[in-house]
């Protein structure tokens, strides 16, 4: 699970080696002002490929508070 805020060219170039390497990636950059951030409010915005199952992103982010 990447948390940056990095470009999305870098995001697919890192995706793609993982997949080599048969790991899965999620893009899921973190956006909100510190207020947000102090208060829990953040928001994430998630990416992934296709072939990867909801199953697996889903626990994944109810394991950091993350509800969709």
Do not use: W
Request: hydrophobic share 45%; aromatic share 6%; with cysteine.
């Amino acid at each position: 699970v990447d948390n940056s805020t990095t470009s999305p060219e870098t995001a697919r170039e890192v995706s793609m080696l993982l997949a080599q390497q048969n790991v899965g990636f999620l893009d899921a950059p973190v956006t909100g002002a510190p207020q947000r951030a102090a208060n829990g409010t953040l928001t994430v915005m998630v990416g992934r490929l296709r072939r990867m199952k909801y199953g697996i992103c889903g626990l994944l982010l109810h394991a950091c508070g993350i509800f969709f």
